[in-house]
């Protein structure tokens, strides 16, 4: 039974850092690439950045680019989202999840296998 599990979320100030974990099981995992998610509250849950399942690259939506670096680590079968200068329009409920495939650039939901149950992301102003 394949799992991720999130962690690493709370409440911060705007223009600090938090970074987030994935851990998974029961998957290959340095065969899948991994994504990031989130789910603000009256919004479409959107794509926050990827990576391949190498690490060797990476992709993040334009929102948060040169603020947020994703990492993995295969050996741990985790995969890590750094979150620095936070802004309160980041308070959301993020998610990881599994992409069967090798690139960096899977932008949608459809494109992923398995999700995490997601944690909980508050930027106070």
């Known amino acids: 039974q394949v799992q991720l599990v999130e962690s690493g979320g709370g409440l911060v100030q705007a223009g600090g850092s938090l970074r987030l974990s994935c851990t998974a099981s029961?998957?290959?995992?340095?065969?899948?690439?991994m994504g990031w998610f989130r789910h603000a509250p009256g919004k479409e849950r959107e794509f926050v950045g990827g990576?391949?399942?190498?690490?060797?690259?990476?992709n993040y939506a334009d929102s948060v680019k040169g603020r947020f670096t994703i990492y993995r680590d295969n050996g741990k079968n985790t995969v890590y989202l750094q979150m620095n200068r936070l802004k309160p329009e980041d308070t959301a409920v993020y998610y990881c999840a599994a992409a069967r495939g090798y690139r960096a650039n899977y932008y949608y939901e459809f494109d992923y296998n398995y999700w995490g149950q997601g944690t909980q992301v508050t930027v106070s102003s």
């Open positions: 029961g998957l290959t995992f340095s065969s899948y690439a």
């Open positions: 990576i391949s399942w190498s690490g060797g690259s990476s």
